[in-house]
């Protein structure tokens, strides 16, 4: 589905050169307290009723069961809204412009995109002992279009998806100045003529 939707906005002679998902230590820092809480659950279920006769038979037994079953319905959408939080934030760099697709919520995308020519400025971010390591920050890109910055958040390897955008948009701005220049020179030869 995602493929058919990203296929929508390359053109024909554009190439993907890179997509871009988020580093995977961030999905893990957002699953870590739900880890902590499917412990919780579990260590309830099991030693709860041991230690609590009362909780061994009857209607307390049901009303335990019962809310251990819906803690872990919910843990299971909250573990459903983080993957697809994750999975479908990407960022897609192709030959001439990034596309920039955010989800957010279940039902709701934003897309964005940034042609090479708008953009003016290229930093990277890297905070924290743990992304130092890891190697993974947020690389902005500031531009002259609508949308004034272009974030792409705890992304792996940030210097080197740095360097590729502004290797790309060297290589747009000399194809540019080529085919104005090919423009003069066949303005020049038509007056000549």
Request: proline residues 3%.
């Amino acid at each position: 589905m995602l493929g058919r939707f990203l296929l929508d906005k390359i053109k024909d002679r554009e190439m993907i050169i890179k997509i871009i998902h988020r580093h995977w230590f961030n999905i893990l820092k957002q699953f870590f307290p739900i880890f902590l809480l499917i412990l919780i659950l579990v260590a309830v279920f099991n030693y709860l009723p041991s230690y609590f006769s009362v909780f061994q038979e009857g209607s307390l037994l049901k009303f335990l069961t019962f809310g251990e079953s819906l803690f872990a319905v919910v843990l299971w959408v909250f573990i459903f809204f983080v993957w697809i939080d994750y999975y479908f934030d990407i960022w897609v760099v192709t030959s001439e412009k990034i596309i920039n697709i955010e989800q957010k919520g279940l039902f709701m995308r934003s897309l964005s995109e940034l042609k090479f020519e708008k953009i003016q400025d290229v930093t990277v971010e890297v905070k924290g002992l743990l992304p130092t390591i890891l190697n993974y920050g947020d690389v902005f890109i500031q531009t002259a279009g609508e949308k004034e910055r272009f974030i792409f958040r705890q992304v792996p390897n940030p210097y080197k998806i740095k360097d590729l955008v502004m290797s790309l948009q060297k290589v747009q701005k000399k194809e540019e100045t080529n085919e104005l220049g090919e423009m003069i020179r066949q303005e020049i030869h038509k007056e000549l003529e």
